[in-house]
Each structure stands twice: as structure tokens, then as C-alpha cells.
């Protein structure tokens, strides 16, 4: 089955501080992962999108990982903002269709704290 | 800031009644979307196009309907609202691989 696992579900950091969060997928095919933020009442923003051969990207603070070997992701916020508190999802896509499939994580919600 | 618009953005409305969520993009981009989210949870796909004239249903049984007859509109009709549709609803439009979400209308059905 297709899943997508993200992990912690919850975290919270203080100001300044820097964290990584984590992806694991199951999905197969895979052609690309993505990581969104996603702000409390508004819609998910791209972060950074990766495909197979990309093993990593960066995007101001945010930087992205991906081993398609052992299917995992992080995601590093480095010297945090309060701007930051948000949800932040992994989404991963197949080649299973000309729509290019999208499987979605839970998302992990950041706290960033003064 | 992607050019997408919701409306309403949030709305209160009581069962049976017929709602219709509004979405607009001027991208011109082809593909749009409907998603539902519910708090803490991902994103399921409701309704999708590739174009005009075109709609298909997504991976969550929905008992919405979606039209699509200009490239830049694609609203999402209930045609008689449940408690069980209360949600979060997320319209998107896509250029290559990046997708672009627009606010999200929060729905309570009372």
C-alpha cells in the first residue's frame, strides 16, 4: 500500500534553534517528493521538490534530503523564526498516471517558540 | 504568492441546504483540484480536471459535484449538506509539477 509517514507528529523549538523533521514512503513508482508549508487557515505553500536523482535542496533555511534507496526525507530548518510555526507535509507523486499521483502525509505541526 | 481565490473562505450553514464553493485561478493553468482536510489529518483528493469540459472524481468517495467550463473557474456544488461535511476544503491548480493551493474554505454544517 502507498503511505506516506511523517514523524515527529508534534514538535516544538525555541527561537533560534534548528530542527529536522522526517519523511518515510512507501510509494512506488516514485517520480518526485515534495515539501509543503502550510500555514494555520490558509492552503500548503512548495517548499522545495525533489526528483529521484536530487539527494538534497535548499530553499533559504529549509533543506531538503531524499534517499530513494531506503524511501526516507528530511526536512532541516536551521536557526528557526517564529514564522516558522506551521504544518509542514510531505507529498510524495508516482508515474502511475498521466495525473501523477499525489500521496500526502499527515503533515508534522511546528511550534516555534520565543 | 500564487494567484488562486477561495470563496467563502469560511461558511456556516444548516443540513440540507445547497452550497456551492467558489475557486478562481488566473494562471491559465489547466489542471485544478478539490481537496477535503480534516485537522491533523492529509489531504484527500475530491475532484480534479485537466481542462475545460473536463472532471473526474478523486480518491474520496464525495458527494460534491465540480464543473469546469472556463479554464480559470472550477467550483465544487453540494447539492444538500450533511454534518458529515464539515471540513476544510483546499482548491489547487498545477503547472508541471508544482501545484498551487489556494486559502480554503472552512465549512460547518450545523
Known amino acids: 500500500k502507498n503511505q506516506v509517514e511523517q514523524s515527529p507528529q508534534s514538535l516544538i523549538i525555541l527561537e533560534g534553534k534548528n530542527c529536522t523533521l522526517q519523511?518515510?514512503?512507501?510509494?512506488?513508482?516514485?517520480?518526485?517528493l515534495r515539501w509543503y508549508k502550510q500555514d494555520t487557515g490558509r492552503g500548503p505553500v512548495s517548499l522545495t521538490i525533489?526528483?529521484?536523482?536530487?539527494n538534497t535542496k535548499s530553499n533559504g533555511r529549509y533543506t531538503a534530503t531524499l534517499d530513494a534507496d531506503t524511501k526516507q526525507s528530511s526536512l532541516h530548518i536551521t536557526a528557526s523564526q517564529l514564522s516558522d510555526s506551521a504544518s509542514y507535509i510531505c507529498?510524495?507523486?508516482?508515474?502511475?498516471?498521466?495525473?501523477?499521483?499525489?500521496?500526502f502525509g499527515r503533515g508534522t505541526q511546528l511550534t516555534v517558540w520565543p | 504568492e500564487a494567484d488562486i481565490y477561495q470563496t467563502p473562505r469560511y461558511l456556516v450553514i444548516g443540513t440540507g441546504k445547497k452550497i456551492t464553493l467558489e475557486c478562481s485561478q488566473t494562471?491559465?493553468?489547466?489542471?485544478m483540484y478539490w481537496y477535503q482536510q480534516d485537522p491533523g489529518m492529509e489531504l484527500h483528493l475530491i475532484h480534479y480536471?485537466?481542462?475545460?469540459?473536463?472532471?473526474e472524481k478523486g480518491d474520496l468517495s464525495s458527494e460534491s459535484t465540480v464543473s469546469r467550463i472556463r479554464t480559470e473557474h472550477f467550483p465544487l456544488t453540494l447539492e444538500s449538506a450533511r454534518p458529515s461535511h464539515t471540513s476544510q476544503y483546499l482548491c489547487?491548480?498545477?503547472?508541471?509539477?508544482?501545484?498551487?493551493f489556494g486559502p480554503g474554505t472552512r465549512l460547518l454544517v450545523l
Open positions: 494562471m491559465g493553468h489547466d489542471k
Open positions: 519523511c518515510n514512503y512507501t510509494v512506488s513508482p516514485f517520480s518526485n
Open positions: 489547487a491548480s498545477s503547472v508541471r509539477e508544482t501545484q498551487y
Open positions: 507529498v510524495v507523486s508516482d508515474r502511475g498516471s498521466t495525473l501523477g499521483r499525489l500521496y
Open positions: 525533489m526528483t529521484f536523482s536530487e
Open positions: 480536471s485537466y481542462g475545460v469540459n473536463s472532471t
